[in-house]
């Protein structure tokens, strides 16, 4: 059974990356309080970064604190899942937190290394709302941005391109509400083109939002093998690593199986990378905490493709 990377800190939702030969992990940072469980995410009351590091005999190390929510203006509360890419020998921390109105945006934060520390800009990225941003350099150096979150994440509230914001609205039924992407500056910085919605299609016709073991609920991955484009992410509350494959960053992707299956309580969040010619899941969670479910860990397995390229599925 695969242990947690480490074990003095609570770590969940792990944005793993190759960067000058050596594996990185960017986690939200889990701890204790005293919030009850709710559909909003009060619980998941994070306030920093850390970086970890692994060698390749497996030896982790916690490079400290990278970033910490007092250093960014905007940000209220709630530092949940982050991601990070390199681009121009710089590397740009991308997290989700709630501004002072009660909205997540997303910030970006720069450094000269991969493990930081971060110097976080003072505003959010305009145009960014809901959570969990996961950033995909393609091959030509374009780097597109993939974020969304329903429920607590704010995803239904918005439409499309995040003009529009209706609060308190539901997730609504018929077709389902599919992530957002939008591309980024050759800085990094910010947007370089209006958000997007991405669809998620089954036999060619888009998924329903009452398809609740494939429709997308949050957590967005995006990994790119033999020229193709790998979208996973978590359906939610069916708590399962799903994953649909496209010709393009922005899709569509014909929905492709389950990656992982429940993990122990409520959440579940992902990342996938290859590292010396195998590659690895990076997921949690609380078995640690035996079972508490805003203390969460990390851990890692190695996972395969059949002769199709599909993914075999895991079981925790």
């Known amino acids: 059974m695969p242990t947690p990377l480490v074990t003095h800190i609570y770590t969940a939702d792990p944005s793993a ?41 497996g030896a982790v190390t916690d490079h400290g604190i990278a970033l910490r929510s007092t250093q960014v203006p905007w940000v209220n509360k709630q530092m949940w899942a982050p991601d990070c890419a390199s681009k121009n020998g710089q590397y740009y921390l991308y997290f989700p937190a ?10 970006v934060a720069v450094s000269t290394r991969p493990e930081g520390p971060f110097t976080p800009q003072q505003q959010p990225i305009e145009g960014s709302f809901s959570i969990d ?22 995803l239904q509230c918005y439409n499309a391109d995040g003009s529009c914001y209706t609060p308190n609205a539901p997730e609504p039924s018929g077709r389902a509400i599919g992530p957002r992407v939008a591309r980024l500056r050759d800085d990094m910085l910010e947007f370089n083109e209006r958000v997007r919605e991405l669809t998620i299609t089954l036999r060619g016709e888009a ?34 690593i799903a994953y649909a494959v496209g ?54 397995r190695e996972i395969h493709y059949d002769e199709d390229g599909k993914i075999v599925k895991q079981t925790p």
């Not at 709630?98 to 910030?107: E, Q, S, T, V, Y």
């Not at 941003?133 to 704010?154: I, K, N």
């Not at 393009?248 to 199986?257: D, I, L, M, T």
């Not at 309580?265 to 079972?291: A, M, P």
């Open 247 to 300: 010709e393009s960053p922005y899709g569509p992707f014909e929905y492709a199986g389950t990656i992982l299956e429940p993990v122990l309580r409520w959440t579940t969040h992902h990342s996938i990378v290859e590292f010396k010619e195998k590659t690895y899941l990076f997921y949690h969670d609380c078995e640690l905490s035996k079972g508490v479910d805003h203390l969460r860990s990390v851990e890692m």
């Open 17 to 57: 990356h190759v960067f000058n030969g050596k594996l990185y992990i960017y986690p939200s940072h889990d701890r204790e309080n005293e919030h009850g469980f709710n559909d909003q995410g009060d619980q998941y009351d994070m306030v920093d970064y850390h970086v970890l590091s692994l060698e390749a005999d």
């Open 133 to 154: 941003p996961a950033v995909f350099v393609d091959d030509d150096g374009a780097a597109y941005c993939y974020f969304g979150g329903l429920w607590g994440g704010q």
């Open 207 to 240: 998924l329903c939002a009452e398809d609740h073991e494939r429709r997308f609920f949050e957590a967005a991955w995006m990994h790119k093998r033999a020229g193709r484009y790998y979208f996973s992410y978590s359906t939610g509350d069916t708590h399962l």
């Open 98 to 107: 709630r501004a002072h109105n009660g909205l997540f945006r997303i910030g």
